[in-house]
């Protein structure tokens, strides 16, 4: 099943599907599985580009790739002896922020933020999330970042990392 599409910058169209990743090619007006094994038969949950062009993939199960047209894709996973790994192998959306900072939202893992040093740093319910299972991710004009979840709307400060939970309990 296609769970999710996106057109690049240079008009590539990449299909999400539950059996891996592909790309439509207007010349023959069909889809080609995507040539990296590592992405073939993975379910593919999200698609995000970002700003220097790179493919972010999140998968259901099999963490993230990030993958660069011209190279091979980089594969995270979650280890839990790491703090600095994705927070969960389960990404369930991808999001740049208008200072081209990357942030997954996961099931289990709430939420993260990719450093340009190929670590993440987490969010979660213990840093005071409703919830470890986050669904989306979108930034208002002021800069502030709003994170679906299953027990309410968060809303968070990535500068002074600040959250503040919308819910019936609230």
């Known amino acids: 099943s296609i ?6 910058h240079d008009h590539t169209i990449f299909v999400a599907t539950s059996l891996g990743l592909y790309q439509y ?16 038969k993975t379910n593919i949950s999200c698609l995000c580009e970002s ?9 259901f199960g099999n963490g ?8 091979k ?32 939202t996961t099931e289990g893992g709430g939420f993260c933020k990719y450093n340009r040093n190929d670590t993440f740093i987490h969010f979660q319910k213990k840093n005071g999330l409703p919830s470890n299972i986050t669904c989306a991710i979108s930034e208002d004009a002021k800069g502030f970042l709003w994170i679906s979840s299953m027990e309410g709307l968060v809303r968070f400060n990535p500068i002074t990392g600040s959250i503040k939970i919308y819910n019936t309990n609230y």
């Open 3 to 8: 769970v999710s599409f996106l057109e690049t």
């Open 25 to 40: 090619i207007p010349m023959i007006n069909d889809m080609k599985l995507v040539n990296d094994i590592a992405l073939q």
């Open 51 to 59: 700003s220097d062009g790179k493919l972010w993939i999140g998968t």
């Open 64 to 71: 993230l790739f990030v993958y660069d047209k011209k190279q």
């Open 73 to 104: 894709s980089i594969h995270y996973t979650y280890n839990e002896e790491s703090s600095t790994c994705i927070s969960s192998d389960f990404i369930t959306s991808i999001f740049e922020d208008s200072k081209q900072q990357i942030w997954l």
